[in-house]
C-alpha cells in the first residue's frame, strides 16, 4: 500500500467517524455486544408491529420494526437482563425478564396466538418450543428457551456470578478463563500471570475490553501491563462478565492468534449499589511451602496477601444517565526460592556462596482505578465515557538460579479513556469509538555491582552438558518501554435484509512505541566452575564477560509512530430456520516505520563484509538479505483473513445442533524484537571470551577472545577491552528484509445439546500456526559451515559457533519468521446456569490436546542449528496432553453458599538439546517429567464458602459479606523444576522443591458490605 493509499484510507475513516460522530447516522455491533433474533407469531388481525428491549436495570430502551412475518433482529446489546415490549396493531404485550450474556448470538421465537400453557415445575429449566400469551395485554410468558446461533466458536462464558463467587487467590478476573476448552491461566512463584492457549504462547493472545484492544505491542504477555507482573490488568469489581474463545471467532476480533478475551464493565443503574472488600492472608495462614519442609525444616517465610476496594454506582438522572467508580489495591509478599539447577548440591558450592540460596521474598503494590458516566439522551442512543488508570511498583525476582541481589525494581504504569456512542435506527446500529492509551513498563535493578554467573560442565558418557547453579551480585534489569496513541473505529450493523445480519467496520490507529533498553549496567562474568583442572570450582578465572555501553551509532531510544488498520465484514445469515452460517473477512495492514525505514550502518555492512568476515562465503544464508538500504522493505499487505462458520439445528427448539468453522488469525510481530535491530548501535552488549576458561565451547583467539587479566574486573580494564577490540565486541542485530506476520489457521466441528438442566458440547478443533518470529545465530565457520566435525579429535562434540564472530565484534544475530505450531484437541465441556429456581451451576471441561512444535515451547533465540528448518516438529513442551476443569457452587438451606474448583493436568514435557560426539549429532530429545505418581503434573482443589447477613437499613439489599477461602485443599505439590539433562541418570525427576505459583494449603478470610 503506497503512503498515497494509507493517507486516502486513513481521510475516508476519519469522514466515516466524524459523520457518525456529529451526524444523525447508523449504530453499532461490536466485540462483546449481544445480539438476539427471532420470530414473533401473532394472529392474521393483530400482527407485530415493532419490538422494543428494555434493560430492566436501567431503563435503556431499543427499538426496532417487525417484518409482515414477525421476524425481529436486535444486532447489538450489551450483556444485561431484559423484558421485551411487543407493539401490536392493538395493544402492547410484556414478555419476562430474559438474560443475554456478553458475546452471545441468541435466537428467541414466541408465539402470541397459542392457547396458555401450564406452568412448569419450580426448579425446571427445560420449557416448551414456543412462547404463549395470556388472553389479557399485559404478560406474555417467555416459553422458548433462547437458541445458541454462535456458529463455529469455541469458548466459554465467564459470569458475574462465576467471578463473585469461585475461590481465588489474586482477584484477577482472568483467572477462570481455563473453564474454555484449550486454555490455560498460568501464574509463577512471584505471582506474574499468563492465558495460554492451545500451543502457543501468550504474546498471540488479545483482550478486548468494552469492545476495545488492550493489546501489548512491545513485550510479550499480551495485554498492557502483564509482563513479568503479578498485578491485575482491571479490576475485578468492575467485570460484569467475560467470554473466552479458543477458536473460530469471527471477523470482529483483530490481533489476535490464539485465545481472545472479550469483558464489558459494570454499569450504574436507576438505584443506588455499593460495596468493599478486605482479603488477608499470611503465613500463619498457610501450610509450609515444600521448600520450608526440605531438606530441612526452615521458619516459614513472612508473607501476606491484603486485597481491599470498594465500588459505587447509580443515577444520575433515573432512566438517562448513570455513573459507576470501583477502586481495588493489593498489598503482596510473596515467597520464591533460589536454587541450583538439575538438583545440583549446595554442598558442592563454596559456603561463601551459600547464603544466596533459600527461600526469601518479593513485596508488590498495585492501585487499579476505573470510572463509567453513561448517557441516554434518547431511546436511540447511548454514550459511554469510561477510565482505567493503573499504577504499580513493588521488587521483583523469579524462582531459579537467580539471589535476591539480583533483584529488579518494577513499575507498571497504565491509562486508558473510552469515548463511545452507539445509535440504533430502524434497521441499522452504528457503533462509534474513540480510545486511549498509555502504558508504561520501567523495571530497573535494585542492586548495583558487579554479578557472577555460575555454571558447571560436565562429560557423561560420549556427550556434555552445562548446568546453571547461580547469578549474584548486580542486577541486569534496566528498560523503559511502552506505547501511546489513539485509536479511532466504528461498527455498523445492517438488518434490513430478511435473514441477514449484516456487519461492517473499520478501525485506525496511532500509536507511537517506545523501548529503552539498556540492560548490563552491571557486568556479568560468567565461570565455568570446572575449568580448571584440579580446582573443585573456579570462580577466579571467568570464560566470558558481558557488560553494557553506550556506542556512536543508532537510538538508545528507540520510538516508532505506527499507523494500524484493519476492515472488516460479516454477515450472520438465517438460510433456514434450522441453519444458519457466520461469513466475514477481515484485513489487516501496520506500518513500522522504525523497521521500514531503517538503514543498515555502514559500520555493520564493513564488519560482515568478505573482506572482514569471510565466514559468509559459502554460508547457507545471504547476509544481504538481512542488509538495509532505507528502501527495500516493505509493510506486509497479504493479511487476509476468511472467518466461516454455520450452525446446524436438528429441531425446531433448537436443542441440538452441530457446528463448525475455520478461520485465518494474523497476529503482530512484537516491537520489543523489531527495535533490537535500530537499539543496538547506540547502546550496545559488549562480550569477550577468554582464553582456555571455557571446557565447553573454547573460543580461538581474536580481538574478542583474549588472556584473561584481573584488571577486567575494574571499569577501566572493561573500557580497554571496548577500546581495543575493533568493534568494542558488540553483537548485531539484523533483520530480515522480507519479514511475514505470524497467522494461525483455525479448524473447528462439535455438537451441542440441551438435556434438562445441563448442555453439552463435545468438539473437535485443529489450530496450525505459522511464520512465527525467532532469533538465529548468524556466525559461521571460516569454511562457512554451523558445525564442524573434526576427525581428529574423536571426542570432538556439535557446538554452535559463537567464538567464530566478525574480528573485534560479537555474535551475528539475525531476526526471521518461520516458528510452527500444530494442535489437535477433542474437549467435552457441560455447563449448568444458575438460576434462582434452581440455585446450583456446574462449569466442566475436559480437554486432550496433541501438540507440536519448532523448537521449545516459548523459546525466541533458536540458536542451536543453523536454520529454523534444521529444527525438528516434536511434541510441545508448554501444553498437556490432558486437562480437566470443574467449577461449580450452590446455595445451601443454612444460607451459606458453597463453591469450589478443581484442576488437573498430565505431567509436563521436558525438551533439552544433546551434543554427542559418536556419532557426531546434535539432537533435540524429549521426555515427560516425573511427576506425581505419573498420573497428573498440576492437581488443586479450592472451596469457598460465602455468607451474606442481611442488615435491613439504607436499602432492602445491604447486607455484609463473610468468606472463607481454602486454596489448594489437598495441599498437593505441584512441582515446577526437573532435571532436564538427558545424559544424567535423574533426567526427567523432580530437581528442587519449587512450586512456581502452586501455594500451599492456604485459608483467605475477607470480609464485603454491600447496599
Given at each position: 500500500m503506497t503512503k498515497m493509499m494509507l493517507r486516502a484510507a486513513v481521510v475516508s475513516?476519519?469522514?466515516?467517524?466524524?459523520?457518525?460522530?456529529?451526524?444523525?447516522?447508523?449504530?453499532?455491533?461490536?466485540?462483546?455486544?449481544?445480539?438476539?433474533?427471532?420470530?414473533?407469531?401473532?394472529p392474521a388481525d393483530n400482527p407485530v408491529v415493532e419490538v422494543t428491549a428494555i434493560e430492566i436495570s436501567t431503563g435503556l430502551r431499543r427499538t426496532v420494526p417487525a417484518d409482515a412475518s414477525g421476524a425481529y433482529n436486535f444486532a447489538s446489546l450489551r450483556a444485561g437482563t431484559y423484558r421485551l415490549e411487543i407493539k401490536q396493531r392493538n395493544g402492547t404485550r410484556n414478555s419476562d425478564a430474559l438474560t443475554l450474556r456478553v458475546g452471545q448470538v441468541a435466537g428467541l421465537d414466541l408465539d402470541l396466538s397459542a392457547p396458555a400453557a401450564p406452568a412448569a415445575p419450580a426448579g425446571t429449566a427445560e420449557v416448551p418450543a414456543t412462547g404463549t400469551a395470556e388472553s389479557g395485554d399485559e404478560i406474555v410468558v417467555t416459553g422458548n428457551r433462547i437458541r445458541s446461533l454462535s456458529g463455529g466458536q469455541v469458548g466459554s462464558v465467564i459470569s458475574s456470578r462465576l467471578i463473585e463467587q469461585l475461590p481465588q487467590n489474586n482477584r484477577n478476573f482472568l483467572a477462570f478463563a481455563d473453564l474454555a476448552p484449550g486454555v490455560r491461566f498460568i501464574e509463577d512463584a512471584s505471582g506474574a500471570s499468563r492465558i495460554q492457549g492451545g500451543a502457543q504462547d501468550s504474546r498471540t493472545v488479545n483482550v478486548f475490553i468494552d469492545g476495545v484492544s488492550q493489546k501489548d505491542y512491545v513485550l510479550k504477555n499480551g495485554i498492557t501491563g502483564q509482563d513479568s507482573s503479578p498485578g491485575n490488568p482491571f479490576p475485578q469489581l468492575g467485570i460484569g462478565e467475560y467470554q473466552v474463545l479458543s477458536s473460530n471467532y469471527k471477523a470482529e476480533f483483530d490481533q489476535v492468534s490464539s485465545v481472545a478475551i472479550t469483558a464489558v464493565t459494570k454499569s450504574g443503574t436507576n438505584e443506588f449499589h455499593g460495596?468493599?472488600?478486605?482479603?488477608?492472608?499470611?503465613?500463619?495462614?498457610?501450610?509450609?511451602?515444600?521448600?520450608?519442609?526440605?531438606?530441612?525444616?526452615?521458619?516459614?517465610?513472612?508473607?501476606?496477601?491484603?486485597?481491599?476496594?470498594?465500588?459505587?454506582?447509580?443515577?444520575?438522572?433515573?432512566?438517562?444517565?448513570?455513573?459507576?467508580?470501583?477502586?481495588?489495591?493489593?498489598?503482596?509478599?510473596?515467597?520464591?526460592?533460589?536454587?541450583?539447577?538439575?538438583?545440583?548440591?549446595?554442598?558442592?558450592?563454596?559456603?561463601?556462596?551459600?547464603?544466596?540460596?533459600?527461600?526469601?521474598?518479593?513485596?508488590?503494590?498495585q492501585d487499579l482505578y476505573f470510572g463509567k458516566i453513561d448517557i441516554e439522551p434518547t431511546d436511540n442512543d447511548l454514550i459511554e465515557l469510561s477510565g482505567k488508570y493503573r499504577n504499580e511498583s513493588g521488587i521483583q525476582n523469579a524462582t531459579g538460579i537467580n539471589a535476591a541481589s539480583t533483584s529488579t525494581l518494577n513499575k507498571v504504569v497504565d491509562k486508558r479513556g473510552l469515548l463511545r456512542w452507539q445509535h440504533t435506527g430502524n434497521q441499522w446500529i452504528n457503533d462509534a469509538r474513540l480510545s486511549y492509551e498509555d502504558a508504561l513498563f520501567a523495571p530497573t535493578p535494585a542492586t548495583d555491582g558487579i554479578t557472577q554467573f555460575f555454571q558447571a560442565t560436565q562429560r557423561i558418557g560420549n556427550g556434555i552438558q552445562r548446568t546453571d547453579l547461580l547469578r549474584a551480585g548486580g542486577g541486569g534489569?534496566?528498560?523503559?518501554?511502552?506505547?501511546?496513541?489513539?485509536?479511532?473505529?466504528?461498527?455498523?450493523?445492517?438488518?434490513?435484509?430478511?435473514?441477514?445480519?449484516?456487519?461492517?467496520?473499520?478501525?485506525?490507529?496511532?500509536?507511537?512505541?517506545?523501548?529503552?533498553?539498556?540492560?548490563?549496567?552491571?557486568?556479568?562474568?560468567?565461570?565455568?566452575?570446572?575449568?580448571?583442572?584440579?580446582?573443585?570450582?573456579?570462580?577466579?578465572?571467568?570464560?566470558?564477560?558481558?557488560?553494557?555501553?553506550?556506542?556512536?551509532?543508532?537510538?538508545?531510544?528507540?520510538?516508532?509512530?505506527?499507523f494500524q488498520i484493519g476492515f472488516y465484514a460479516q454477515d450472520d445469515w438465517d438460510i433456514t430456520s434450522h441453519l444458519t452460517l457466520n461469513l466475514g473477512l477481515r484485513w489487516d495492514y501496520e506500518r513500522t516505520p522504525s523497521y521500514l525505514?531503517?538503514?543498515?550502518?555502514?559500520?555493520?555492512?564493513?564488519?560482515?563484509?568478505?573482506?572482514?568476515?569471510?565466514?559468509?562465503?559459502?554460508?547457507?544464508?545471504?547476509?544481504?538479505?538481512?542488509?538495509?538500504?532505507?528502501?527495500?522493505?516493505?509493510?506486509?499487505?497479504?493479511?487476509?483473513?476468511?472467518?466461516?462458520?454455520?450452525?446446524?439445528?436438528?429441531?425446531?427448539?433448537?436443542?441440538?445442533?452441530?457446528?463448525?468453522?475455520?478461520?485465518?488469525?494474523?497476529?503482530?510481530?512484537?516491537?520489543?524484537?523489531?527495535?533490537q535491530e535500530a537499539s543496538q548501535g547506540a547502546y550496545q552488549v559488549r562480550t569477550f571470551n577468554f582464553i582456555g576458561n571455557d571446557s565447553l565451547n573454547p573460543c580461538v583467539p581474536s580481538q574478542t577472545c583474549i588472556a584473561w587479566n584481573p584488571v577486567y574486573l575494574t571499569a577501566a580494564g572493561r573500557q580497554q577491552l571496548a577500546s581495543a577490540a575493533l568493534g568494542g565486541g558488540r553483537e548485531f542485530r539484523f533483520l530480515n528484509n522480507d519479514l511475514k506476520v505470524p497467522y494461525s489457521d483455525q479448524f473447528s466441528l462439535g455438537v451441542r445439546g440441551r438435556f434438562s438442566p445441563v448442555e453439552l458440547e463435545v468438539g473437535y478443533t485443529h489450530i496450525a500456526s505459522r511464520d512465527g518470529f525467532a532469533f538465529l545465530l548468524g556466525n559461521r565457520r571460516p569454511d562457512g559451515s554451523f558445525f564442524f566435525n573434526d576427525p581428529a579429535d574423536p571426542g570432538d562434540v556439535p557446538q554452535s559457533p559463537f567464538s567464530f564472530s566478525p574480528?573485534?565484534?560479537?555474535?551475528?544475530?539475525?531476526?526471521?519468521?518461520?516458528?510452527?505450531?500444530?494442535?489437535?484437541?477433542?474437549?467435552?465441556?457441560?455447563?449448568?446456569?444458575?438460576?434462582?429456581?434452581?440455585?446450583?451451576?456446574?462449569?466442566?471441561?475436559?480437554?486432550?490436546?496433541q501438540a507440536d512444535e519448532t523448537g521449545k515451547f516459548g523459546d525466541t533465540y533458536l540458536l542451536d542449528y543453523a536454520q529454523l528448518s534444521d529444527y525438528p516438529m516434536l511434541r510441545s513442551s508448554g501444553v498437556p496432553r490432558h486437562r480437566f476443569v470443574i467449577a461449580g457452587s450452590v446455595d445451601t438451606p443454612i444460607g451459606v453458599t458453597f463453591s469450589t474448583k478443581f484442576q488437573?493436568?498430565?505431567?509436563?514435557?521436558?525438551?533439552?538439546?544433546?551434543?554427542?560426539?559418536?556419532?557426531?549429532?546434535?539432537?533435540?530429545?524429549?521426555?515427560?517429567?516425573?511427576?506425581?505418581?505419573?498420573?497428573?503434573?498440576?492437581?488443586?482443589?479450592?472451596?469457598?464458602?460465602?455468607?451474606?447477613?442481611?442488615?435491613?437499613?439504607?436499602?432492602?439489599?445491604?447486607?455484609?459479606?463473610?468468606?472463607?477461602?481454602?486454596?489448594?485443599?489437598?495441599?498437593?505439590?505441584?512441582?515446577?523444576?526437573?532435571?532436564?539433562?538427558?545424559?544424567?541418570?535423574?533426567?526427567?525427576?523432580?530437581?528442587?522443591?519449587?512450586?512456581?505459583?502452586?501455594?500451599?494449603?492456604?485459608?483467605?478470610?475477607?470480609?464485603?458490605?454491600?447496599?
Open positions: 475513516l476519519t469522514a466515516l467517524s466524524s459523520g457518525l460522530l456529529f451526524a444523525p447516522t447508523p449504530a453499532v455491533a461490536q466485540v462483546g455486544q449481544a445480539s438476539l433474533r427471532g420470530t414473533i407469531t401473532a460495596e468493599g472488600f478486605y482479603d488477608f492472608t499470611n503465613q500463619n495462614l498457610r501450610d509450609r511451602r515444600p521448600s520450608e519442609i526440605f531438606p530441612t525444616v526452615i521458619p516459614k517465610v513472612d508473607t501476606s496477601n491484603k486485597q481491599f476496594g470498594g465500588a459505587l454506582g447509580g443515577p444520575i438522572i433515573k432512566d438517562k444517565a448513570h455513573f459507576f467508580f470501583t477502586y481495588e489495591g493489593k498489598r503482596i509478599a510473596s515467597p520464591y526460592d533460589v536454587r541450583p539447577e538439575n538438583g545440583y548440591p549446595i554442598a558442592s558450592i563454596p559456603a561463601q556462596y551459600q547464603d544466596n540460596f533459600g527461600t526469601f521474598a518479593l513485596q508488590f503494590k534489569n534496566f528498560q523503559t518501554k511502552g506505547q501511546k496513541g489513539w485509536t479511532i473505529q466504528d461498527d455498523f450493523t445492517f438488518t434490513g435484509l430478511q435473514g441477514h445480519t449484516i456487519k461492517v467496520g473499520a478501525k485506525a490507529k496511532f500509536v507511537k512505541l517506545n523501548t529503552l533498553e539498556q540492560n548490563l549496567t552491571n557486568p556479568e562474568y560468567t565461570y565455568d566452575v570446572n575449568a580448571i583442572p584440579g580446582v573443585a570450582f573456579n570462580d577466579t578465572l571467568p570464560y566470558k564477560l558481558q557488560f553494557g555501553a553506550t556506542g556512536a551509532a543508532g537510538q538508545a531510544n528507540v520510538r516508532s509512530n505506527n525505514n531503517y538503514v543498515t550502518s555502514a559500520e555493520n555492512i564493513a564488519a560482515v563484509s568478505p573482506a572482514n568476515y569471510p565466514n559468509l562465503i559459502n554460508a547457507d544464508y545471504n547476509i544481504n538479505d538481512y542488509i538495509s538500504n532505507g528502501n527495500d522493505r516493505k509493510a506486509f499487505k497479504g493479511a487476509w483473513q476468511p472467518r466461516l462458520g454455520f450452525t446446524y439445528r436438528f429441531d425446531d427448539a433448537g436443542r441440538f445442533s452441530m457446528f463448525g468453522g475455520y478461520g485465518r488469525s494474523y497476529d503482530r510481530n512484537q516491537f520489543d524484537f523489531l527495535q574480528n573485534g565484534y560479537g555474535s551475528i544475530i539475525l531476526g526471521t519468521n518461520g516458528l510452527k505450531t500444530n494442535s489437535d484437541a477433542v474437549y467435552f465441556k457441560l455447563t449448568k446456569t444458575y438460576s434462582a429456581a434452581s440455585p446450583w451451576s456446574i462449569d466442566a471441561t475436559y480437554t486432550y490436546t488437573i493436568e498430565s505431567p509436563s514435557y521436558l525438551k533439552a538439546f544433546v551434543d554427542r560426539s559418536d556419532p557426531f549429532t546434535r539432537e533435540l530429545v524429549g521426555r515427560q517429567a516425573d511427576s506425581l505418581g505419573d498420573l497428573w503434573g498440576r492437581r488443586q482443589l479450592d472451596f469457598a464458602f460465602t455468607k451474606y447477613v442481611p442488615l435491613g437499613f439504607i436499602t432492602d439489599q445491604t447486607k455484609i459479606r463473610m468468606r472463607l477461602d481454602i486454596l489448594n485443599v489437598m495441599n498437593d505439590r505441584n512441582y515446577t523444576d526437573y532435571n532436564n539433562s538427558p545424559l544424567d541418570p535423574n533426567y526427567g525427576q523432580r530437581s528442587t522443591y519449587s512450586t512456581g505459583g502452586n501455594a500451599p494449603r492456604t485459608i483467605k478470610l475477607s470480609a464485603g458490605f454491600s447496599f
